[in-house]
């Protein structure tokens, strides 16, 4: 019989994602300024995500997805992944789940499908380890219109990206949305 000595693998795996994703938000109050031709580079992905999203292709944006992937979205943008609520903490299985959803017909809190306009900016990007991967901070403000009712909220996302064979990979996407520690309705939608 194996005796256990200390946390089970999952727990220790998930305690470090967890800490992954508290460094990568500290990591906007102590960034150095941004490489240029990085942010240009990468702001094109996040251009080509928001496209993507806007225009309902989710099949084609959850493939820009490596399987390692991680999208949080902290209840509140100080939120602590180990000790807070979240609106989201997905990882691929679950952004597969979500997207399927999106296309079923049955799927009746998301029929008719609303209309999602994004608009992202102040790109700023950082190598993290030797040009391979990249994490990235940028501003999004989101404007989504369903049966005459329109929502906009805006805030910051941090992106994780890999170069991978066919160019980047989506890896991680923490959003941080002020306005939804206020209260807002049903957000199925969001990605």
Sequence with gaps: MTVLTGPPPGIV?????YESLRDDVALLATAPPADAALSSEI???LAAEARLLDTQAF???LGRWDE??????????????ET?????VDDYGRLRERVWRMGDKSAWALQPPGQTVRLVGSVEAWP???EVSVIASSTITIQHTRMQSV????GRQIHRLRRGEDGWRLVRKIMLLP???AGTPHLGWLL
Excluded: E, I, N
Excluded at 68 to 81: E, K, Q, R
Excluded at 84 to 88: K, V
Excluded at 151 to 154: E, I, L, M, W
């Design 84 to 88: 807070d609520q979240a609106l989201f």
């Design 179 to 181: 306005a939804q520690s």
């Design 59 to 61: 099949t084609t944006w």
């Design 43 to 45: 702001a094109a992905q």
């Design 151 to 154: 929502f906009t909220t805006s």
């Design 13 to 17: 795996r998930v305690k470090a994602l």
């Design 128 to 130: 993290l380890d030797a």
């Design 68 to 81: 390692d992937a991680t999208f949080w979205v902290p209840l509140t943008p100080d939120g602590d992944p």
